[in-house]
T-cell receptor, first 112, second 111 residues
């Protein structure tokens, strides 16, 4: 199947700082990527749909000013968690469509 | 909300077939049934999808009932590495549509 990578795989930051997570489709181009968040023992929750060259579409309840998404090319989408707080600690996962959806390995964010 | 219902957990003996059920009674005519699995602390892995015919690939088989209101994912010879949470999702194919995850079934394969 298609390969999707994420960087970094884990990050620890201080409260109030911003963290950028990259999602890349390695062997295909993806006009649409998705960002999910997963808390321990819970299912994946869709945060937003990232479309190349246009603004992201956020799910209800997700703060667009806190979770900035940029999809500048057909192989790269970034999620920036701005002014991170401990409650933002979670497992963030991206996916890209080919049209099947393939997922990245996830990024573990810990905010101290 | 997720449009599928799955049992929260199942056990299976290593080497035996694992049969994971899924109910999707409100599925639309243009929606496919997708199965993904998530091994602990990893991203979900695509397994298989189908519309109305049974499907088989190197990982699993998918059996969809004639009325399309339910399906079963079959892992023919489960191994310890198949221990994971399995998600059944309905989605319109080829529209780049988002996947809405339910709670899935936590499959434990035991020696």
């Amino acid at each position: 199947g298609a390969v999707v990578s994420q960087h970094p795989s884990r990050v620890i930051c201080k409260s109030g700082t911003s963290v950028k997570i990259e999602c890349r489709s390695l062997d295909f181009q993806a006009t649409t990527m998705f960002w999910y968040r997963q808390f321990p023992k819970k299912s994946l929750m869709l945060m937003a749909t990232s479309n190349e060259g246009s603004k992201a579409t956020y799910e209800q309840g997700v703060e667009k000013d806190k979770f900035l998404i940029n999809h500048a090319s057909l192989t790269l989408s970034t999620l920036t968690v701005t002014s991170a707080h401990p409650e933002d600690s979670s497992f963030y996962i991206c996916s890209a469509t080919t049209p099947e959806q393939f997922f990245g390995p996830g990024t573990r964010l810990t905010v101290l | 909300d997720a449009k599928t219902t799955q049992p929260p957990s199942m056990d299976c003996a290593e080497g035996r077939a694992a049969n994971l059920p899924c109910n999707h009674s409100t599925i639309s005519g243009n929606e496919y049934v997708y199965w993904y699995r998530q091994i602990h602390s990893q991203g979900p892995q695509y397994i298989i999808h189908g519309l109305k015919n049974n499907e088989t690939n190197e990982m699993a088989s998918l059996i969809i009932t004639e009325d399309r209101k339910s399906s079963t994912l079959i892992l023919p010879h489960a191994t310890l590495r198949d221990t994971a949470v399995y998600y059944c999702i309905v989605r319109i194919y080829n529209q780049g549509g988002k996947l809405i995850f339910g709670q899935g079934t936590e499959l434990s394969v035991k020696p």
